[in-house]
């Protein structure tokens, strides 16, 4: 099973986007998929639409349980997308969790994560600067790819979100845990291609100097924000088809 973290500290940078729609690709293509909502906004469960199956019974009852272990197969609910796809919503009230220091409270999700009908976990992280939710996501996946747009919040939240990824991974290396998370790459999302900007173009130029980034970039199209709202998958309209193929390219480079 891979699990795949999407993660920025920066907001606004198609984050949610690229989770879902990475989740949905995995899906069509026949892989059983699991998207984790992280995130105490609930980006991803607002735009399913879905419910946990049980008052509380949402990602932060994972995070609050001392031994957690098969909770996320029990928490998943169907996506109402794809068979393939299931949900493990988020709420306003996981951001409590950002308070919890007990002793391993960090590695609860991973725990879940026991028994999982699964291939891929995607996790959809709240831009955090470290803390809890962040840790648990980085002790749960064997993959980060990181959202952006070619803006400057772009860049600072990647920047932000690498150093944070590389303390994580200090931190392994000193305890002599083994270190299993790959920097799978930067998704450029949102770029208005015909009419760009200097600043943008300086963006993407900084974002390619990384060696991570990834292409194709991710094309701006109104029908993605108007299908959030109405709780409808992008991919089934005309006008998302480009968005849908340049997230299909980019999933055949950092799913396994």
């Given at each position: 099973m891979q699990t795949?973290?999407?993660?920025?500290?920066s907001g606004g940078v198609t984050k949610t986007t690229t989770a879902v729609s990475l989740a949905m690709v995995a899906a069509a293509e026949g892989r059983r998929v699991v998207l984790v909502d992280l995130d105490p906004r609930a980006a991803s469960t607002k735009w399913f639409g879905v419910e946990p199956s049980a008052e509380g019974m949402h990602v932060g009852a994972i995070l609050g349980d001392e031994n957690p272990?098969?909770?996320?197969?029990?928490?998943?609910?169907?996506?109402?997308?794809?068979?393939?796809?299931?949900?493990?919503?988020?709420?306003?009230?996981?951001?409590?969790?950002?308070?919890?220091?007990?002793d391993h409270a960090e590695l609860r999700l991973k725990i879940s994560l026991t028994g999982l009908a699964a291939d891929v976990v995607v996790i959809d992280c709240p831009n955090r600067q470290g803390g809890p939710l962040t840790l648990s996501a980085l002790n749960a996946a064997d993959t980060v790819v990181y959202a952006a747009t070619a803006t400057s919040d772009g860049i600072d939240g990647v920047e932000g979100a690498r150093r944070t990824v590389a303390q994580f991974r200090r931190h392994r290396q000193q305890l002599g845990a083994p270190d299993t998370l790959t920097e799978a790459g930067i998704v450029?999302?949102?770029v208005k291609?015909?009419?760009?900007?200097?600043?943008?173009?300086?963006?993407?130029?900084e974002l390619r100097a990384t060696g991570l980034f990834l292409e194709p970039l991710i094309p701006d199209r109104a029908i993605v924000q108007e299908v959030r709202i109405s709780g409808e998958w992008y991919g089934q309209y005309r006008k998302g088809?480009?968005?849908?193929?340049?997230?299909?390219?980019?999933?055949?480079?950092?799913?396994?």
């Open positions: 795949l973290m999407v993660y920025s500290e272990e098969g909770w996320a197969e029990d928490l998943a609910v169907p996506s109402g997308w794809h068979p393939n796809l299931r949900v493990i919503p988020s709420a306003r009230n996981v951001s409590n969790r950002e308070a919890d220091r007990a450029v999302g949102g291609e015909t009419i760009m900007s200097r600043a943008a173009v300086a963006s993407l130029e088809s480009r968005v849908l193929d340049a997230y299909t390219a980019i999933a055949k480079k950092v799913l396994r």
